[in-house]
Protein backbone atom coordinates (compact mmCIF):
# COMPACT_ATOMS: atom_id res chain seq x y z
CA UNK A 1 0.00 0.00 0.00
CA UNK A 2 1.41 3.46 -0.95
CA UNK A 3 1.81 5.68 2.19
CA UNK A 4 -0.63 8.57 2.08
CA UNK A 5 0.56 12.26 1.95
CA UNK A 6 0.90 14.47 4.46
CA UNK A 7 -0.85 17.82 4.24
CA UNK A 8 2.66 20.06 3.94
CA UNK A 9 3.79 17.78 1.07
CA UNK A 10 3.62 19.75 -2.60
CA UNK A 11 2.02 18.40 -5.76
CA UNK A 12 0.88 19.21 -8.94
CA UNK A 13 -2.00 20.57 -10.59
CA UNK A 14 -1.77 19.82 -13.63
CA UNK A 15 1.46 21.84 -14.86
CA UNK A 16 1.71 24.23 -11.53
CA UNK A 17 3.39 22.65 -8.75
CA UNK A 18 1.41 23.76 -5.22
CA UNK A 19 3.78 23.62 -2.18
CA UNK A 20 1.54 21.71 -0.04
CA UNK A 21 -2.23 20.83 -0.05
CA UNK A 22 -4.09 23.15 2.67
CA UNK A 23 -5.61 25.74 0.48
CA UNK A 24 -7.99 28.59 1.03
CA UNK A 25 -11.03 28.37 -0.61
CA UNK A 26 -13.77 30.75 -3.22
CA UNK A 27 -15.29 33.29 -1.45
CA UNK A 28 -17.93 35.24 -2.54
CA UNK A 29 -17.27 38.96 -1.32
CA UNK A 30 -14.59 38.10 0.94
CA UNK A 31 -11.66 36.52 -1.05
CA UNK A 32 -9.58 39.48 -2.90
CA UNK A 33 -6.02 40.05 -2.90
CA UNK A 34 -5.41 40.69 1.16
CA UNK A 35 -7.77 37.69 2.23
CA UNK A 36 -5.70 35.73 -0.03
CA UNK A 37 -2.38 36.56 0.75
CA UNK A 38 -3.17 36.88 4.82
CA UNK A 39 -3.96 33.25 4.02
CA UNK A 40 -0.59 32.27 2.25
CA UNK A 41 0.89 34.49 5.12
CA UNK A 42 0.10 31.61 7.88
CA UNK A 43 1.12 29.15 5.13
CA UNK A 44 -2.14 28.16 2.61
CA UNK A 45 -0.50 26.18 -0.88
CA UNK A 46 -2.70 28.56 -2.94
CA UNK A 47 -5.78 30.76 -2.10
CA UNK A 48 -8.81 30.88 -4.79
CA UNK A 49 -9.84 34.61 -5.32
CA UNK A 50 -13.64 35.10 -4.95
CA UNK A 51 -15.49 34.21 -8.10
CA UNK A 52 -15.73 36.80 -10.71
CA UNK A 53 -17.94 37.36 -13.75
CA UNK A 54 -16.53 36.31 -16.94
CA UNK A 55 -19.06 38.57 -18.64
CA UNK A 56 -17.58 41.42 -16.52
CA UNK A 57 -14.26 40.59 -17.44
CA UNK A 58 -15.49 40.13 -21.44
CA UNK A 59 -17.08 43.57 -21.27
CA UNK A 60 -13.84 44.98 -18.98
CA UNK A 61 -15.93 46.06 -15.98
CA UNK A 62 -13.88 48.56 -14.57
CA UNK A 63 -14.00 47.89 -11.37
CA UNK A 64 -13.81 44.11 -11.93
CA UNK A 65 -10.61 44.61 -13.76
CA UNK A 66 -8.95 46.84 -11.13
CA UNK A 67 -10.53 45.19 -7.63
CA UNK A 68 -11.72 41.60 -8.50
CA UNK A 69 -8.61 41.09 -10.26
CA UNK A 70 -6.25 42.68 -8.33
CA UNK A 71 -3.07 40.53 -7.71
CA UNK A 72 -0.61 41.63 -5.24
CA UNK A 73 3.17 41.13 -5.47
CA UNK A 74 3.61 39.30 -2.13
CA UNK A 75 0.73 37.41 -3.14
CA UNK A 76 2.20 35.87 -6.04
CA UNK A 77 5.95 35.73 -4.20
CA UNK A 78 3.89 33.36 -1.83
CA UNK A 79 2.85 30.26 -3.91
CA UNK A 80 0.52 29.90 -7.58
CA UNK A 81 -2.74 32.65 -8.41
CA UNK A 82 -5.80 31.13 -8.63
CA UNK A 83 -8.83 33.14 -10.29
CA UNK A 84 -12.43 31.78 -9.90
CA UNK A 85 -14.80 32.65 -13.06
CA UNK A 86 -18.67 32.08 -13.31
CA UNK A 87 -20.50 31.87 -16.17
CA UNK A 88 -22.73 30.22 -19.22
CA UNK A 89 -21.62 31.23 -22.44
CA UNK A 90 -18.43 29.06 -23.81
CA UNK A 91 -17.16 32.39 -26.25
CA UNK A 92 -17.44 34.85 -22.85
CA UNK A 93 -15.46 32.57 -20.64
CA UNK A 94 -12.64 32.35 -23.49
CA UNK A 95 -11.96 36.24 -23.69
CA UNK A 96 -12.10 36.08 -19.86
CA UNK A 97 -9.45 33.15 -19.62
CA UNK A 98 -7.48 34.67 -21.89
CA UNK A 99 -7.57 37.87 -19.95
CA UNK A 100 -6.99 36.66 -16.77
CA UNK A 101 -3.87 34.58 -17.83
CA UNK A 102 -2.30 37.80 -19.03
CA UNK A 103 -3.16 39.13 -15.57
CA UNK A 104 -1.05 36.95 -13.68
CA UNK A 105 -3.14 33.48 -12.66
CA UNK A 106 -1.44 30.32 -12.71
CA UNK A 107 -4.91 28.54 -12.33
CA UNK A 108 -7.98 29.24 -13.57
CA UNK A 109 -11.34 28.12 -11.62
CA UNK A 110 -14.47 27.29 -13.24
CA UNK A 111 -17.48 27.96 -10.24
CA UNK A 112 -19.72 25.23 -11.30
CA UNK A 113 -21.06 24.94 -7.73
CA UNK A 114 -22.98 28.16 -6.44
CA UNK A 115 -26.22 27.96 -5.74
CA UNK A 116 -27.41 31.63 -5.14
CA UNK A 117 -30.47 31.85 -7.56
CA UNK A 118 -29.19 34.79 -8.64
CA UNK A 119 -26.27 33.10 -10.47
CA UNK A 120 -27.32 29.65 -11.20
CA UNK A 121 -30.96 30.56 -12.93
CA UNK A 122 -28.72 32.19 -15.63
CA UNK A 123 -27.14 28.37 -16.04
CA UNK A 124 -24.01 29.50 -14.42
CA UNK A 125 -22.61 28.09 -10.67
CA UNK A 126 -24.69 25.23 -10.01
CA UNK A 127 -27.18 25.61 -12.81
CA UNK A 128 -24.11 23.95 -14.91
CA UNK A 129 -25.09 20.56 -13.36
CA UNK A 130 -28.50 20.90 -15.64
CA UNK A 131 -26.88 21.13 -18.70
CA UNK A 132 -23.82 18.90 -18.73
CA UNK A 133 -22.59 19.46 -22.67
CA UNK A 134 -22.85 23.45 -22.08
CA UNK A 135 -20.14 22.75 -18.25
CA UNK A 136 -17.93 21.01 -20.84
CA UNK A 137 -18.25 23.61 -23.47
CA UNK A 138 -17.15 26.27 -20.72
CA UNK A 139 -14.40 24.31 -19.54
CA UNK A 140 -12.98 23.20 -22.75
CA UNK A 141 -13.17 27.06 -23.74
CA UNK A 142 -11.27 28.46 -20.47
CA UNK A 143 -8.78 25.78 -21.58
CA UNK A 144 -8.07 27.52 -24.92
CA UNK A 145 -8.69 30.55 -23.66
CA UNK A 146 -5.50 30.19 -21.24
CA UNK A 147 -3.67 28.78 -24.62
CA UNK A 148 -4.59 31.51 -26.84
CA UNK A 149 -3.35 34.03 -24.08
CA UNK A 150 -0.23 34.20 -25.79
CA UNK A 151 1.40 33.91 -22.30
CA UNK A 152 4.66 31.64 -21.90
CA UNK A 153 3.78 29.58 -18.90
CA UNK A 154 1.56 26.90 -18.50
CA UNK A 155 -1.99 27.58 -16.60
CA UNK A 156 -3.50 25.03 -15.02
CA UNK A 157 -8.20 25.13 -15.57
CA UNK A 158 -9.80 23.62 -12.50
CA UNK A 159 -14.11 23.20 -11.91
CA UNK A 160 -15.81 23.30 -8.73
CA UNK A 161 -18.35 21.39 -8.52
CA UNK A 162 -21.06 20.00 -6.01
CA UNK A 163 -22.67 16.36 -6.12
CA UNK A 164 -26.01 17.23 -7.81
CA UNK A 165 -28.52 20.02 -7.66
CA UNK A 166 -30.92 17.81 -5.27
CA UNK A 167 -29.84 15.80 -2.14
CA UNK A 168 -29.14 11.91 -3.63
CA UNK A 169 -28.39 13.05 -6.68
CA UNK A 170 -24.88 12.46 -8.52
CA UNK A 171 -24.86 14.44 -11.59
CA UNK A 172 -21.70 16.24 -10.09
CA UNK A 173 -20.05 13.35 -9.82
CA UNK A 174 -21.01 12.86 -13.49
CA UNK A 175 -20.19 15.95 -14.77
CA UNK A 176 -16.16 15.37 -12.38
CA UNK A 177 -15.60 13.22 -15.00
CA UNK A 178 -16.77 14.11 -18.61
CA UNK A 179 -14.53 17.57 -17.52
CA UNK A 180 -11.59 15.73 -17.11
CA UNK A 181 -11.95 13.31 -19.60
CA UNK A 182 -13.45 15.05 -22.55
CA UNK A 183 -12.44 18.94 -21.27
CA UNK A 184 -8.96 18.42 -19.88
CA UNK A 185 -9.48 19.78 -16.56
CA UNK A 186 -6.79 19.90 -14.42
CA UNK A 187 -8.42 18.90 -10.88
CA UNK A 188 -11.81 19.08 -9.51
CA UNK A 189 -12.76 20.74 -6.43
CA UNK A 190 -15.22 18.67 -4.93
CA UNK A 191 -18.13 20.01 -2.44
CA UNK A 192 -20.09 16.86 -1.48
CA UNK A 193 -23.33 18.59 -0.89
CA UNK A 194 -26.28 19.12 -2.78
CA UNK A 195 -26.83 22.64 -4.11
CA UNK A 196 -30.64 22.46 -2.88
CA UNK A 197 -28.52 22.15 0.62
CA UNK A 198 -26.55 25.43 0.01
CA UNK A 199 -23.96 24.96 3.40
CA UNK A 200 -25.98 22.82 5.32
CA UNK A 201 -25.93 19.62 6.59
CA UNK A 202 -22.70 16.84 6.54
CA UNK A 203 -21.12 16.55 3.24
CA UNK A 204 -20.99 13.24 1.60
CA UNK A 205 -17.32 12.01 2.32
CA UNK A 206 -17.76 8.40 0.92
CA UNK A 207 -19.20 10.17 -2.35
CA UNK A 208 -15.77 12.04 -2.17
CA UNK A 209 -13.97 9.34 -1.68
CA UNK A 210 -15.43 7.29 -4.68
CA UNK A 211 -14.55 10.57 -6.85
CA UNK A 212 -11.04 9.96 -6.01
CA UNK A 213 -10.67 6.34 -6.37
CA UNK A 214 -12.33 6.85 -10.07
CA UNK A 215 -11.51 10.16 -11.62
CA UNK A 216 -8.21 10.21 -13.44
CA UNK A 217 -7.09 13.60 -12.15
CA UNK A 218 -6.54 14.89 -8.25
CA UNK A 219 -9.65 16.11 -6.43
CA UNK A 220 -9.73 18.65 -4.07
CA UNK A 221 -11.94 18.09 -0.78
CA UNK A 222 -14.07 21.34 0.31
CA UNK A 223 -17.04 21.29 2.83
CA UNK A 224 -17.12 20.77 6.22
CA UNK A 225 -13.63 20.95 6.89
CA UNK A 226 -14.11 23.28 10.22
CA UNK A 227 -11.28 22.57 12.13
CA UNK A 228 -7.98 21.08 12.30
CA UNK A 229 -9.49 17.64 13.63
CA UNK A 230 -11.89 17.47 10.90
CA UNK A 231 -9.38 18.65 8.22
CA UNK A 232 -7.52 15.24 9.28
CA UNK A 233 -10.31 12.89 9.32
CA UNK A 234 -11.77 14.41 6.10
CA UNK A 235 -8.00 14.27 4.23
CA UNK A 236 -7.76 10.80 5.82
CA UNK A 237 -10.89 9.21 4.96
CA UNK A 238 -11.35 10.88 1.60
CA UNK A 239 -8.15 10.35 0.35
CA UNK A 240 -8.32 13.93 -1.83
CA UNK A 241 -5.27 14.93 -3.19
CA UNK A 242 -5.79 18.51 -0.79
CA UNK A 243 -8.31 20.19 0.61
CA UNK A 244 -9.86 24.11 0.95
CA UNK A 245 -10.93 25.44 3.90
CA UNK A 246 -13.86 28.08 3.35
CA UNK A 247 -16.04 29.08 7.21
CA UNK A 248 -13.37 27.27 8.94
CA UNK A 249 -10.72 30.00 7.82
CA UNK A 250 -13.21 33.28 8.14
CA UNK A 251 -11.03 35.55 10.56
CA UNK A 252 -8.81 32.05 11.14
CA UNK A 253 -5.58 32.17 9.83
CA UNK A 254 -4.18 30.40 12.26
CA UNK A 255 -5.99 27.01 11.27
CA UNK A 256 -3.42 27.20 8.24
CA UNK A 257 -0.41 27.65 10.90
CA UNK A 258 -1.89 24.18 13.20
CA UNK A 259 -2.22 22.54 10.25
CA UNK A 260 0.93 23.38 8.26
CA UNK A 261 3.54 24.13 10.60
CA UNK A 262 2.45 22.34 14.02
CA UNK A 263 1.27 25.39 15.32
CA UNK A 264 -0.60 24.55 18.72
CA UNK A 265 -3.63 26.29 20.95
CA UNK A 266 -5.72 29.03 19.80
CA UNK A 267 -3.86 32.71 19.02
CA UNK A 268 -4.08 35.23 21.46
CA UNK A 269 -6.13 38.00 22.14
CA UNK A 270 -3.04 40.30 21.26
CA UNK A 271 -2.65 38.32 17.70
CA UNK A 272 -5.79 38.47 16.84
CA UNK A 273 -6.07 42.28 17.46
CA UNK A 274 -2.80 42.39 15.65
CA UNK A 275 -4.28 40.50 12.71
CA UNK A 276 -7.44 43.02 12.69
CA UNK A 277 -5.23 46.00 12.67
CA UNK A 278 -3.32 44.35 9.48
CA UNK A 279 -6.83 43.66 7.94
CA UNK A 280 -8.55 47.18 8.68
CA UNK A 281 -4.55 48.33 6.77
CA UNK A 282 -5.18 46.60 4.10
CA UNK A 283 -8.97 47.09 3.42
CA UNK A 284 -7.84 50.77 3.28
CA UNK A 285 -4.96 49.69 1.10
CA UNK A 286 -7.54 48.25 -1.50
CA UNK A 287 -10.61 50.70 -0.84
CA UNK A 288 -9.92 53.65 0.33
CA UNK A 289 -10.88 54.47 4.02
CA UNK A 290 -14.53 55.43 3.23
CA UNK A 291 -15.35 52.17 1.42
CA UNK A 292 -13.46 49.66 3.90
CA UNK A 293 -15.31 51.35 6.67
CA UNK A 294 -18.67 49.68 5.26
CA UNK A 295 -16.72 46.81 4.08
CA UNK A 296 -15.19 45.25 7.13
CA UNK A 297 -18.46 45.37 8.83
CA UNK A 298 -18.36 41.78 7.53
CA UNK A 299 -15.31 40.88 9.22
CA UNK A 300 -15.47 41.92 12.77
CA UNK A 301 -17.95 38.76 14.11
CA UNK A 302 -15.40 36.67 13.34
CA UNK A 303 -12.13 37.87 15.02
CA UNK A 304 -14.48 39.06 18.04
CA UNK A 305 -15.34 35.68 18.05
CA UNK A 306 -11.72 34.67 19.07
CA UNK A 307 -10.80 37.53 21.40
CA UNK A 308 -12.16 35.45 24.70
CA UNK A 309 -14.55 38.38 25.55
CA UNK A 310 -17.82 37.59 27.90
CA UNK A 311 -21.22 37.87 25.47
CA UNK A 312 -22.21 41.09 26.51
CA UNK A 313 -19.14 42.81 26.41
CA UNK A 314 -18.56 41.43 22.74
CA UNK A 315 -21.92 42.36 21.72
CA UNK A 316 -21.33 46.05 22.81
CA UNK A 317 -18.24 45.92 20.96
CA UNK A 318 -19.66 44.57 18.12
CA UNK A 319 -22.21 47.02 17.64
CA UNK A 320 -19.76 49.91 18.23
CA UNK A 321 -17.74 48.43 15.48
CA UNK A 322 -20.68 48.03 13.28
CA UNK A 323 -21.93 51.19 13.71
CA UNK A 324 -18.42 53.58 13.38
CA UNK A 325 -18.96 55.05 10.40
CA UNK A 326 -15.34 55.89 10.57
CA UNK A 327 -12.15 53.85 10.88
CA UNK A 328 -10.85 56.08 13.88
CA UNK A 329 -13.52 55.24 16.27
CA UNK A 330 -13.00 50.50 15.17
CA UNK A 331 -9.44 52.12 15.56
CA UNK A 332 -9.97 53.31 18.91
CA UNK A 333 -11.95 50.79 20.41
CA UNK A 334 -9.53 48.09 19.42
CA UNK A 335 -6.36 50.03 21.16
CA UNK A 336 -8.59 50.04 24.20
CA UNK A 337 -8.69 46.02 24.27
CA UNK A 338 -5.29 45.87 22.97
CA UNK A 339 -3.96 47.85 26.13
CA UNK A 340 -6.47 45.50 28.37
CA UNK A 341 -4.72 42.50 26.21
CA UNK A 342 -1.01 44.01 26.91
CA UNK A 343 -1.77 44.24 30.61
CA UNK A 344 -3.59 40.79 31.35
CA UNK A 345 -0.26 39.30 29.87
C1 LIG B 1 -19.58 33.43 2.43
C2 LIG B 1 -19.28 32.34 1.44
C3 LIG B 1 -18.95 32.68 0.14
C4 LIG B 1 -18.67 31.66 -0.80
N1 LIG B 1 -18.32 32.03 -2.07
C5 LIG B 1 -17.98 31.08 -2.97
C6 LIG B 1 -17.52 31.44 -4.27
O1 LIG B 1 -17.39 32.61 -4.63
N2 LIG B 1 -17.23 30.41 -5.12
C7 LIG B 1 -17.33 29.09 -4.76
O2 LIG B 1 -17.03 28.21 -5.57
N3 LIG B 1 -17.73 28.73 -3.54
C8 LIG B 1 -18.05 29.69 -2.64
N4 LIG B 1 -18.42 29.32 -1.36
C9 LIG B 1 -18.36 27.91 -0.97
C10 LIG B 1 -17.03 27.62 -0.28
O3 LIG B 1 -15.93 27.81 -1.14
C11 LIG B 1 -16.99 26.16 0.29
O4 LIG B 1 -16.97 25.25 -0.77
C12 LIG B 1 -18.18 25.88 1.19
O5 LIG B 1 -18.36 26.94 2.13
C13 LIG B 1 -18.02 24.55 1.93
O6 LIG B 1 -16.98 24.57 2.85
P1 LIG B 1 -17.22 24.73 4.45
O7 LIG B 1 -18.38 23.82 4.81
O8 LIG B 1 -15.91 24.31 5.02
O9 LIG B 1 -17.54 26.18 4.68
C14 LIG B 1 -18.74 30.30 -0.43
C15 LIG B 1 -19.08 29.97 0.88
C16 LIG B 1 -19.35 30.96 1.81
C17 LIG B 1 -19.69 30.58 3.23
Known amino acids: MPIPPQLTESWFLGPIEVPN ?28 SEMVSSHAIHHRNERTLRELLRIDAREREAGPISIQLFGEEPAVMRSAAAHVARVGADAIDINMGCPVPKVA ?11 PDRAVAVARAAREGALDAGVTRAVAVTVKLRSGLRAGERSGFDLAHRLVVEAGVDAIAFHPRSAAVQHRGRPDYDLAAELVRTLPAPVILTG ?31 LFAELLAGREGPPTRAEVLGELDWTIDRAVEHLGAERATRYLRKFYPWYLARLGLAPAERR ?30
Open 21 to 48: RVLLAPLAGIGNWFVRLQAKRYGAGMAV
Open 121 to 131: KTGAGAGMLAD
Open 224 to 254: GLSDAASVRAAFDRTGAAAVMLARGALGNPW
Open 316 to 345: ALQERLQRSDALEGVRGALAHLQEHAAVAA
